[in-house]
T-cell receptor
Framework: GDSVTQMEGPVTLSEEAFLTINCTYTATGYPSLFWYVQYPGEGLQLLLKATKADDKGSNKGFEATYRKETTSFHLEKGSVQVSDSAVYFCALSGSGGGADGLTFGKGTHLIIQP | NAGVTQTPKFRILKIGQSMTLQCTQDMNHNYMYWYRQDPGMGLKLIYYSVGAGITDKGEVPNGYNVSRSTTEDFPLRLELAAPSQTSVYFC???????????FGQGTRLTVV
């Protein structure tokens, strides 16, 4: 079945550092890919998405490119802020059709220090 | 625009008790989902629905039941609470297959 693997956390960075959170996936067919962010005590919010190979999703300074050849969707940001501290989830849609929701990675806890 | 609303936000149950977690959405989405989130484990799908009157099991359905009598509402029922059901529960909805899901704020449930 489908699966998502993302780097283990916590990831601790200083403010203004460059961020990469790795995400790779296994899927049949052609899934859509997503990054969600979860702030403490809140639900998940969509950060960005890409629906086909070579698409780049971007939002709030974050970017990720759908790489079919490496089955990856790494999240990047050039200069992180304390307010980016949160848990980040990589996810994919059902690649073989059907409506059974998203498959999530385990999440990466990001801590940004001033 | 409220989006997806879950109630309650917190609940403590004793072993063997039952309860219903409420979920409603005002976006006219056909697709709705229940996930549970355990520390370090990501989100696991419990049940999902593709429209009123249609529900199906997800990855971890044991110990839960759902119903979908209207497009807006998708309640999750725990009949005999067990400590293994201690978790954070999220309801979500989407407008089509393979599209992003919109999440509620979650219900933190503790079974003691």
């Amino acid at each position: 079945g489908d699966s998502v693997t993302q780097m283990e956390g916590p990831v601790t960075l200083s403010e203004e550092a460059f961020l990469t959170i790795n995400c790779t996936y296994t899927a049949t067919g052609y899934p859509s890919l997503f990054w969600y962010v979860q702030y403490p005590g809140e639900g998940l919010q969509l950060l960005l998405k890409a629906t086909k190979a070579d698409d780049k999703g971007s939002n709030k300074g974050f970017e990720a490119t759908y790489r079919k050849e490496t089955t990856s969707f790494h999240l990047e940001k050039g200069s992180v802020q304390v307010s980016d501290s949160a848990v980040y989830f990589c996810a994919l849609s059902g690649s073989g059709g059907g409506a059974d929701g998203l498959t999530f990675g385990k999440g990466t806890h990001l801590i940004i220090q001033p | 625009n409220a989006g997806v609303t879950q109630t309650p936000k917190f609940r403590i149950l004793k072993i063997g008790q039952s309860m219903t977690l409420q979920c409603t959405q005002d976006m006219n989405h056909n697709y709705m989902y229940w996930y549970r989130q355990d520390p370090g484990m990501g989100l696991k799908l419990i049940y999902y629905s593709v429209g009123a009157g249609i529900t199906d099991k997800g990855e971890v359905p044991n110990g839960y039941n759902v119903s979908r009598s209207t497009t807006e509402d998708f309640p999750l029922r725990l009949e005999l609470a067990a400590p293994s059901q201690t978790s954070v529960y999220f309801c979500a909805s989407s407008y089509a297959e393979n599209t992003e899901a919109f999440f509620g704020q979650g219900t933190r449930l503790t079974v003691v």
